[in-house]
Nanobody, 111 residues
């Protein structure tokens, strides 16, 4: 069993930045890929970024160049640094590994 807990969301103006965190517990963290997803109101959940167990990172085209994902295996933490935020980035952001999901953290980009 795995528990994931996101934090760091909030309200930010367009062009601003936020850093999301995801704390993992329950099993060996370093052996598994970790992903970030988001779900905007009225839309399906979409993939944002994934970090493999080896540290390889892939991003959705919509966030490439603006978001940076990272992981700290010793702390069992995953991060998502979000810069140059746009109103269309407004969503609930979720941390994921395999079939496990966190409760999500709300990010709202608005002036």
């Amino acid at each position: 069993q795995v528990q994931l807990a996101e934090s760091g969301g909030g309200l930010v103006q367009p062009g601003g930045s936020l850093r999301l965190s995801c704390a993992a517990s329950g099993r060996t963290f370093s052996s598994y890929a970790m992903g970030w997803y988001r779900q905007a109101p009225g839309k399906q959940r979409e993939w944002v970024a994934v970090i493999s167990s080896g540290g390889r990172i892939n991003y959705a085209d919509s966030v490439k160049g603006r978001f940076t994902a990272s992981r700290d295996n010793a702390k069992k933490m995953v991060y998502l640094q979000m810069n140059s935020l746009k109103p269309e980035d407004t969503a609930i952001y979720y941390c994921n590994t395999e079939t496990f999901w966190g409760q999500g953290t709300q990010v709202t980009v608005s002036s």
